[in-house]
C-alpha cells in the first residue's frame, strides 16, 4: 500500500517560513513526479510545486520565488520550503506522486495523494 505522509504543517505569523516534508512508502518515486498541491477554505484545489525525477521543477505564479520544492530520492522525500508566507498560503497543503512521468499542473495526473497538512498564516 503506497502511502504520502505530510509534516510541518502549523501556524505561523506573516513573513514567517515553514518547511513541509513528506515521506512516501509501499513504492519508489525515483522516476516519476511528486509535488504538492493545496486548498483554502472555500475554494479549488491549486498546484503549487512539482518536481520531476531530474529535479526539473514548476510553481504556481502565487508562490514563485518564494516556495522551493526539493526532493531526496534516497529518502523517498520531497519537502516544500515556503518563505515570505502571507494570509493567502493558508490552506490544507497536499503531497502528491505520479505513477510515472514528469509534473504536472493537473491534479488528475497524480496517482496517490497524502491527507494533508494544514498552513494557517496569521496576520
Known amino acids: 500500500q503506497v502511502q504520502l505522509v505530510e509534516s510541518g504543517g502549523g501556524l505561523v505569523q506573516t513573513g514567517d517560513s515553514l518547511r513541509l516534508s513528506c515521506a512516501a512508502s509501499?513504492?519508489?518515486?525515483?522516476?516519476?513526479?511528486m509535488g504538492w498541491f493545496r486548498q483554502a477554505p472555500g475554494k479549488e484545489r491549486e498546484f503549487v510545486a512539482g518536481?520531476?525525477?531530474?529535479?526539473?521543477?514548476e510553481y504556481a505564479d502565487s508562490v514563485k520565488g518564494r516556495f522551493t520544492v526539493s526532493r531526496d530520492s534516497a529518502k523517498n522525500t520531497v519537502y516544500l520550503q515556503m518563505n515570505s508566507l502571507n494570509a493567502e498560503d493558508t490552506a490544507v497543503y497536499y503531497c502528491?506522486?505520479?505513477?510515472?512521468?514528469?509534473?504536472?499542473?493537473?491534479?488528475?495526473?497524480?496517482?496517490?495523494w497524502g491527507q494533508g497538512t494544514q498552513v494557517t498564516v496569521s496576520s
Open positions: 509501499g513504492r519508489t518515486f525515483s522516476n516519476a513526479a
Open positions: 502528491v506522486g505520479r505513477s510515472a512521468g514528469g509534473v504536472r499542473r493537473s491534479s488528475g495526473a497524480y496517482e496517490y
Open positions: 518536481i520531476g525525477w531530474t529535479e526539473y521543477s
